[in-house]
C-alpha cells in the first residue's frame, strides 16, 4: 500500500496495510453506527429538541438586549410626545390600548410588536423595549418603516405602494388584486376651551376610501363614485350589495373585501364572455 505525502509516495508494509484497512472498517462501521443513533434520536425526541432550541433562541435574544441593548432599526425614532393629555377622546386609530402587530422594518420582520397609530400626527407609534425591563412610546421612523400588520389588516408606507401622490403616510390596504383599494382615517382635534368638555375633544374617526387603477387614484368614499369606476358592473354591484345587505358607507374591512372580489370576478366574466 501506498501513501503520499507532500508529494513523496512512502509504501507501506503488508502488515501495516492490513492493520490500517481493518482499523479504517471499524471506524466507518463506528461511524454508521453512531449516525444511526442520531437519527433515531432526532426522530424520536424532535419535538423535545425542538422545545428546547427555542428556549435557548429565547434565552440568546434576552442575553443580546441585556448587554448589547435593542435592535437600532427597530428602536430607531423619537420619543413620542403626547398633546392634549386631557382633552375628551384620543388621537389613536379605533383604540387608546396598545395593538399587538408585526413589523416590516428595512425589510427585516419584528413579530409580537405593541404599536398605536396617531392619526392626527399620521405617525406609528411602538411600545419600545430598550432593555432591562424599560419601554417607553417610540415614533417608529417612516423613512425605514415599510409597513406593519394589525387587525388583520396590512398598513403600508405609502411613498412604497404608487407612484401617485396619496394623502397621508400610511394607507390601509384593503385590496390587492388587479386593482388596490387603501383606506386612510383621520380625525381632528377641537380646542373647545370655553365650552364642555373644558379641555377640548377629538372627533370621531373619518374614514376615506381610494381606488388604485391601471396607475392612476380615485377617491371612492361614496357609493356613487365607487361605481363610477365599475361602470359595467354598476347594476350587478347594487344587486350584489342589497343581497349582502352590505351599506356601502359603513362597510367593514371584510364586507369592502367581499366586495372587491366580486367586482373583479364580475369584470373577469364579461371579458372571458367577449
Not at 434576552?62 to 425614532?77: S, W
Request: aromatic share 14%; net charge positive.
Amino acid at each position: 500500500m501506498n501513501l503520499s505525502c507532500g508529494g513523496i509516495t512512502i509504501q507501506k508494509p503488508d502488515i501495516i496495510s492490513a492493520w490500517y484497512n481493518r482499523n479504517l472498517n471499524l471506524f466507518c462501521m463506528s461511524t454508521r453506527f453512531r449516525l444511526f443513533w442520531l437519527v433515531c434520536i432526532l426522530f424520536f425526541a424532535g419535538d423535545e429538541l425542538s422545545a428546547q432550541a427555542h428556549i435557548q433562541w429565547k434565552e440568546i435574544i434576552q442575553f443580546t438586549k441585556a448587554n448589547y441593548g435593542p435592535d437600532p432599526l427597530l428602536i430607531n425614532g423619537e420619543y413620542y410626545q403626547p398633546k392634549h393629555r386631557v382633552a375628551n377622546g384620543h388621537p389613536w386609530l379605533f383604540t387608546e390600548e396598545w395593538i399587538p402587530a408585526t413589523l416590516f422594518i428595512h425589510g427585516y420582520t419584528f413579530d409580537q410588536q405593541q404599536v398605536k397609530y396617531d392619526i392626527i400626527s399620521d405617525c406609528i407609534v411602538l411600545h419600545g423595549d430598550l432593555g432591562n425591563d424599560k419601554k417607553t412610546a417610540i415614533v417608529l421612523n417612516a423613512t425605514l418603516a415599510d409597513s406593519l400588520h394589525m387587525l388583520d389588516t396590512k398598513f403600508i408606507r405609502t411613498s412604497l405602494l404608487t407612484p401617485c401622490s396619496l394623502p397621508k403616510a400610511y394607507t390601509a390596504i384593503l385590496w390587492a388584486g388587479k386593482d388596490t383599494l387603501c383606506a386612510f382615517f383621520e380625525k381632528s382635534y377641537l380646542a373647545t376651551y370655553y365650552n364642555k368638555p373644558p379641555y377640548g375633544k377629538y372627533t370621531q374617526i373619518r374614514r376615506t376610501l381610494w381606488l388604485i387603477k391601471d396607475q392612476k387614484i380615485y377617491q371612492v368614499t361614496s357609493k356613487r363614485d365607487f361605481l363610477q369606476q365599475y361602470s359595467q358592473e354598476k347594476e350587478a354591484i347594487r344587486k350584489f350589495l342589497r343581497k349582502a345587505g352590505i351599506t356601502y358607507n359603513k362597510a367593514t374591512f371584510e364586507q369592502i373585501r367581499r366586495l372587491m372580489y366580486f367586482c373583479e370576478a364580475s369584470k373577469t366574466q364579461r371579458n372571458d364572455r367577449n
